[in-house]
């Protein structure tokens, strides 16, 4: 699955290619692999063509090495699995590879599975398990090598342990700083031979994360940390409709605040720099900006709705269709139908959003945390005029990404800020900016109707989905046949065995609204949609809702399994008291069966409370089980903000939510129970950073309905149980 690629404008996909570089760099060995590519190529930056492209991995003569990262960590944990990877086939301890975030460069660090530097869709693990594990066996052999001719042995009677050679026979050994010299003089080997499973020491044991004692004494580097010398601090107050034009500001009364500087105009915002971020702050209020409202000042959420549903009855194109849906709906012993709602959604990463640009004549340097480096370089270019090599991108950890930080918009106002500020300055948006100037999940309508036998089990179903499309912005050239591959994905491809199956999509994009990726788009929105209308089946035969699930699932032994371990896990169907219930969800994405199992309590008055929550994952080979676990339990907290709380409203042309007072998260007090259990797979590694999300939404609606009889149809479920 590739949730995102390159802008079409930008660059064309070009076919797949491989190949390998190595050469001698100072005193040691520099190793570079080819990963899976599709697009440009070009070196990286500032480096010598001949040996800098495709550099992931450097041995020097001290023994140090270093891992470059082609993806970034956003609190994933890719910065402790992906270098167990590397460190596994190269026979080190993964707590010696230093770590260096890689520089923007869509051929040489790019995502194999999407086609640009990309961290995002859930596919770190995924794209990198072959190449990173090939480029530690190809280092490894070389070392071996250049010991075996340093003693004039055979290779074969050589292994590496530990940052070393050893020749068994005579219990000589050499260290890899030893040897780099001479490896880097070696022919890079075609074919290598990658370890066994039986004799991994790292891949699939738990293993603490490398970046946590960094976050905890605060020496780890966040974009915002930044502190460039003399840097400034910028915030940013923009246009409070979309659409909407700055028409005037008291930029005197601004500069009047001790400690302003500056005040920067932009057609749709402007930004009062400062020597601190109160200072700038301050003079925010006291511009007393006016704004023209602009062409959607009566934009309503009301609005949004009606045009998706008066859409969603209209034409639409055909993701996929198996057998004669139509004509076997008309012949069914009954037919049901139902509609369901999801919301904008903001991202509110942890970190609020940030860029500190330094824009002079001839350069351009940035310092941010980003998922998209190349991108985020390209966006810089086209601002500034300069050439790539004179636009430099510093990325840092991310304090939370969940897509929000694949957008460039960010980096783009900041490089228009800078380029009218003297020496470096910080760009922040306040949490209210942040929150009101999104790029947001859509809203999606989904009407589903199902042709079912006197069993009840159905003979036929129909999925019309309408909503905004994310992949034609980011790449209209992924757009086949008038669907969106992401915007269908849960839901084309659900795992239910159904003979006469078709799924419609119909773009609608609201006006002025920005929308975007948001923790996976398809696979969220489509689960939950799809999960609760197979509960609303179950229901109306009268049948167990996982019995009903298994009944249909003799073709994916994977789903069932994952479905029978939760509900074994669980302890489903047996009873429960009064106000409590549970409900049962599946997922299929990003290469990974998830099932989950939530328990809610819903009191008098109709508060939700989860208690508990059962989570089995099956996502192939497991690098490092703790990342996982973490991963579910992260998901499963922020899919439960967003269906109990989650809601971006516009009114009058504006967000109405302004922070996490009425933009709720779970509070540490509402965390449920979370028992994660992961299956021993040998299939190939599958995506975890969303699916955790997408499963948990459907279930907790589920569990609702066993405790209370209620269909929830729309997110978030907020007060509905109260006025119903």
């Known amino acids: ?196 499973p039986a004799d991994f020491k790292l891949i699939g044991k738990p293993h603490r994360r490398l970046d946590t004692a960094g976050k905890v004494d605060g020496t780890a580097k966040f974009g915002i940390d930044s502190r460039p010398a003399g840097m400034k601090f910028a915030l940013v107050s923009a246009s409070p409709t979309f659409g909407g034009r700055l028409i005037s500001l008291d930029a005197d009364k601004a500069k009047a605040v001790p400690g302003v500087s500056q005040v920067v105009r932009l057609d749709d915002a402007f930004a009062v720099v400062a020597r601190d971020t109160w200072a700038a702050k301050q003079g925010l209020t006291a511009a007393s900006a006016q704004w023209d409202a602009g062409p959607n000042a009566s934009l309503s959420t009301a609005e949004v709705v009606a045009q998706l549903v008066s859409a969603s009855q209209g034409p639409a194109a055909v993701a996929r269709r198996d057998g004669d849906p139509a004509g076997s709906m008309l012949t069914a012993a009954r037919r049901v139908g139902a509609a369901y709602e999801q919301p904008f959604l903001a991202h509110a990463t942890m970190e609020p959003m940030n860029c500190t640009v330094h824009v002079t004549k001839d350069a351009c340097d940035i310092w941010v945390g980003t998922q998209v480096p190349g991108l985020t370089q390209a966006a810089a270019m086209k601002v500034t005029g300069l050439q790539r090599d004179q636009v430099r991108v510093h990325n840092h950890l991310l304090g939370g990404g969940f897509g929000r930080r694949l957008g460039v918009d960010g980096t783009v106002r900041a490089v228009q800020i800078a380029q009218q500020v003297q020496g470096p300055v910080q760009v922040l948006w306040t949490r209210e900016e942040d929150i009101q100037h999104d790029m947001y999940r859509p809203y999606y309508y989904d009407r589903l109707s199902a042709g079912v036998d006197a069993m009840g089990k159905p003979v036929a179903w129909s999925h019309r989905i309408a909503g905004s499309s994310i992949i034609a912005r980011y790449s209209p050239g992924w757009i086949k046949n008038g669907v969106d591959p992401d915007a269908v994905d849960g839901s084309a491809n659900q795992p239910y065995g159904i003979e006469n199956f078709q799924v419609d999509w119909v773009p609608v994009e609201p006006r002025g609204i920005p929308t975007a990726f948001w923790r996976g788009v398809g696979v969220t929105r489509g689960t939950f949609a799809v999960e609760s209308f197979v509960d609303e089946l179950a229901s109306q035969a009268r049948l167990d809702p996982l019995a009903y699930r298994v009944a249909l699932l003799d073709k994916n032994p994977r789903a069932r399994a994952v479905l029978e371990l939760v509900a074994q896990r669980s302890g489903w169907g047996s009873p429960l008291p009064a106000g409590k219930g549970r409900g049962i969800a599946l997922c299929i994405g990003f290469g990974s069966y998830i099932a989950q199992v939530v328990e809610v309590a819903v009191d008098k008055d109709g508060t939700v409370a989860a208690l508990r929550t059962w989570c089995v994952v099956d996502c192939g080979v497991v690098v490092n ?75 907790l609606t589920n569990a609702i309905f066993a405790a209370t009889g209620q269909r929830i149809r729309k997110l978030p479920v907020g007060t509905q149980l109260r006025t119903a």
């Open 625 to 699: 089980p703790d990342t996982i676990h973490a991963q579910m339990e992260g998901g499963i907290v922020f899919g439960l903000s967003a269906a109990l709380y989650g809601e971006i409203t516009i009114k009058d042309g504006r967000v109405e939510q302004t922070n996490f007072g009425d933009y709720r998260v779970l509070r540490i007090n509402e965390i449920p129970d979370i028992d994660v259990h992961i299956v021993t797979s040998t299939q190939a590694p599958g995506g975890i950073g969303e699916p955790g999300t997408s499963c948990v939404m459907p279930a």
């Open 1 to 196: 699955r590739a949730p995102v690629v390159s802008l079409a404008s930008r660059r064309d996909f070009l076919s797949v290619a491989a190949g390998g570089a190595l050469g001698a760099m100072g005193g040691g060995m520099l190793l570079g692999v080819s990963l899976p590519v599709r697009g440009e190529a070009r070196g990286t930056p500032g480096a010598d063509a001949a040996f800098a492209p495709n550099a992931f991995l450097r041995i020097e003569s001290t023994g140090k090495i270093t891992f470059v990262m082609p993806v970034v960590e956003m609190g994933q944990g890719t910065y402790t699995s992906i270098p167990m990877l590397i460190a596994e086939e190269l026979e080190v301890d993964v707590d010696k590879v230093a770590i260096e975030h890689s520089p923007p460069d869509d051929k040489v660090y790019v995502n194999p599975l999407i086609g640009i530097q990309m961290t995002g869709g859930s596919t770190a693990i995924r794209g990198t398990y072959g190449p990173l594990r090939r480029a530690g066996a190809t280092a490894r052999t070389m070392l071996v090598a250049a010991a075996a001719r340093h003693w004039n042995v055979d290779p074969s009677s050589c292994r590496a342990s530990n940052g070393e050679v050893h020749h068994g026979a005579s219990g000589r050994r050499l260290g890899y700083g030893e040897l780099a010299k001479s490896a880097a003089s070696l022919p890079v080997p075609v074919d290598v031979k990658l370890k066994e």
